[in-house]
């Protein structure tokens, strides 16, 4: 029989980080623990004010168990409630290393559906910390939060395509067509046009204020309009965004930049659009926002944005 051959597996940075990352990085140490000879019912407390669902049962300085909201409700549901931590919590406690990779804890979460790990070190077995799900994906995401903005600077460094134009000026210009009414396809102009500019090397923040007006300006020709293009002028520290369309137009400018002014049909609401904060947002978003536009005519935006920032964000 010939075997489906297996895909190939594409690491992606969350396999790279989990390896990165310790168990002690993304651990709790500030530990909650009770001492064996606590009554049960007493749990209820020091659960619901930490909200937390388990904790290690620590006798002096040494983990003898772990007891969690299970075995505390269980408890209750036999009337036991009279009975001590000792008597029902697990003594066969699973562990981790401090310094063990974080995948090794993932997979501990795996194979036992366990949910939570108390850590020890790994010289002396010392209690320092404790380890949910919970504690990996916060984690995780802190992880790649930093990550990303280091990748970001990086970027921006590695990669000045305007430095190497000898030119008094420069000027690059880049159009999107954009279909009306196509929904499927709304947003993709606008992506494209951030993922050019980052490989510009032009600054972070400049790159995402021009992507995130115009994407509201795209949005607002796929929503009201038959179509219409998004030409954008990019210079090393300014770039002049143009959204163009044939029609219907806006017959009250003023108004339509009201935030929460919108007139999306209850099928484009159902969408997830329509909200009235398309317009402000572009205008908070740009330098200079100039609305040219005609009922029965068509809508002209013209957008500038330039460097604000003097750090190197
Ligand atoms: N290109 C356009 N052609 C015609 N009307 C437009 C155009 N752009 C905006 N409008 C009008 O201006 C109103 C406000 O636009 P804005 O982008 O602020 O809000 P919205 O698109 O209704 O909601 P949101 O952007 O929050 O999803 C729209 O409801 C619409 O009436
Ligand atoms: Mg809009």
New binding site residues.
């Given amino acids: 029989m010939k075997m489906a051959q297996p895909a190939r597996h594409q690491p992606t940075k969350v396999d790279e980080i989990v390896h990165e990352l310790m168990v002690r990085d993304v651990m709790t140490d500030k530990l909650i623990t009770v001492s064996p000879r606590v009554r049960v019912r007493e749990l209820r407390e020091l659960l619901r004010v930490n909200r937390i669902s388990g904790l290690p049962v620590v006798d002096g300085d040494r983990m003898v168990g772990i007891i969690s909201v299970e075995d505390f409700i269980n408890c209750l549901a036999s009337r036991e409630n009279g009975s001590r931590v000792e008597d029902k919590m697990t003594r066969e406690v699973k562990t981790v290393h401090a310094d063990d990779p974080l995948v090794s804890a993932i997979a501990h979460f795996e194979t036992t559906g366990l949910g939570r790990l108390p850590v020890i070190e790994r010289q002396g077995g010392q209690l320092v910390g404790i380890i949910t799900k919970g504690d990996v994906i916060a984690g995780l995401l802190r992880k790649l939060e930093i990550d990303f903005h280091q990748e970001e600077v990086h970027r921006h460094r590695a990669s000045h395509i305007f430095e190497d134009i000898e030119a008094d000026s420069t000027t690059l210009v880049f159009r999107y067509e954009v279909p009306g009414q196509e929904f499927e396809r709304a947003g993709e102009a606008s992506s494209r046009l951030r993922r050019t500019l980052r490989r510009l090397g032009l600054r972070p923040t400049l790159v995402r204020r021009v992507a995130i007006a115009s994407y ?1 300006a795209e ?3 796929v ?3 038959q179509g219409g293009r998004i030409e954008v002028h990019a210079q090393p520290s300014q770039i002049r965004v143009q959204v163009e ?1 044939s029609g ?3 017959s009250d400018v003023e108004a ?1 930049l009201e935030p929460g ?4 049909s209850d099928r484009v609401r159902e969408l997830g ?8 947002n572009i205008r908070k978003m740009s330098d200079r926002l100039e609305i040219d536009s005609h009922p029965g005519d068509g ?1 002209r935006l013209e957008m500038l944005f330039t460097r604000r920032e003097m750090s190197c964000n």
């Fill in positions: 509201e949005m607002n020709l929503i009201f309009t369309d219907p137009g806006i339509a002014f919108s007139t999306a659009f329509g909200a009235g904060m398309g317009l402000p809508t």
